[in-house]
């Protein structure tokens, strides 16, 4: 779990950090940069929801039964719900259970917040640049 949070972290400092190509507003490279960062995080949140499951909490239930039952399907369904709750998509199929709702909110809430912050970086850095 101290690797999740590790890598959700240096991914967002990674994101806040990284500056466009010079002569251009909003680069490919800050593209590629905050892909990678929503990737680590879906990872992250996914291993920390498996890691959960694995040491007996139920974090997850699928159609009313808890998830899991071969370790690969573990791992899909772990980062599944992961992704799909980064994504705010919530197709529903896949729902929290108690611990697993406040982590699911704020693993909802960076996937909201990520956008935001990736053109508020790039917006200050171009202000900054024609200063």
Same mark, same amino acid.
């Given at each position: !779990?101290?690797?999740?949070?590790? &890598? @959700?972290?240096?991914?967002?400092?990674?994101?806040?950090? $990284? /500056?466009?190509?010079?002569?251009?507003?909003?680069?490919?490279? $800050? %593209?590629?940069?905050? *892909?990678?960062?929503?990737?680590?995080?879906?990872? +992250? *949140?996914?291993?920390?929801?498996? +890691?959960? /499951? @694995?040491?007996? %909490?139920?974090?997850?239930? /699928?159609?009313?039964?808890?998830?899991?039952?071969?370790? %690969?399907?573990?791992?899909?369904?772990?980062?599944? %719900?992961? +992704?799909?709750?980064?994504?705010?998509?919530?197709? &529903?199929?896949?729902?929290?259970? &108690?611990? &697993?709702?406040?982590? +699911? !909110?704020?693993q909802a809430l960076i996937g909201y917040v990520l956008p935001a912050a990736f053109v508020v970086t790039?917006?200050?850095?171009?202000?900054?640049?024609?200063?």
């Amino acid at each position: !779990m101290t690797i999740a949070v590790a &890598g @959700i972290v240096m991914s967002l400092i990674l994101l806040l950090k $990284n /500056e466009p190509i010079r002569g251009k507003k909003v680069s490919l490279r $800050n %593209f590629v940069v905050l *892909f990678l960062v929503y990737g680590t995080i879906i990872i +992250a *949140f996914g291993c920390l929801y498996m +890691a959960l /499951e @694995i040491s007996g %909490f139920s974090v997850l239930t /699928e159609d009313k039964r808890k998830v899991g039952g071969s370790v %690969f399907h573990l791992i899909e369904d772990t980062l599944y %719900f992961s +992704a799909v709750t980064m994504l705010s998509v919530g197709y &529903g199929d896949i729902t929290p259970l &108690g611990i &697993g709702r406040p982590i +699911a !909110m704020v693993q909802a809430l960076i996937g909201y917040v990520l956008p935001a912050a990736f053109v508020v970086t790039t917006v200050i850095y171009h202000e900054r640049r024609t200063d």
